[in-house]
Nanobody, 113 residues
Framework: QVRLVESGGGLVQPGGSLRLSCVAS????????IGWIRQAPGKEPEGVSC????????YYADSVKGRFTISRDNAKRTMYLQMNSLKPEDTAVYYC??????WGQGIQVTVAS
């Protein structure tokens, strides 16, 4: 079964850090571009970051540039999103994906004091 499962979310104070993980199974992650989107309550989904499958070229939304870092470990079939200097505006459900084809079910990130 093809699956993507997120972990590492939760509650963090403003200015804190959180590292999201997304473990893939049922397909070879190394052949797929990877990405993260998020959706806050009452908001449309927002593309956060992505990385190509071949040359590692990355993209970051302006809202997270300089604070978030996307990475992958193909041997572990895992993608990551390191989130630093978190703001309340980062509060959302975060979804990982592979080639915009396979999707995780989402994980909550809440930034609040």
């Amino acid at each position: 079964q093809v699956r993507l499962v997120e972990s590492g979310g939760g509650l963090v104070q403003p200015g804190g850090s959180l590292r999201l993980s997304c473990v893939a199974s049922g397909f070879p992650l190394d052949y797929y571009a990877i990405g993260w989107i998020r959706q806050a309550p009452g908001k449309e989904p927002e593309g956060v970051s992505c990385m190509s499958d071949s040359d590692g070229v990355t993209y970051y939304a302006d809202s997270v540039k300089g604070r978030f870092t996307i990475s992958r470990d193909n041997a572990k079939r895992t993608m990551y999103l390191q989130m630093n200097s978190l703001k309340p505006e980062d509060t959302a459900v975060y979804y990982c994906n592979a080639a915009v084809q396979y999707w995780g079910q989402g994980i909550q990130v809440t930034v609040a004091s």
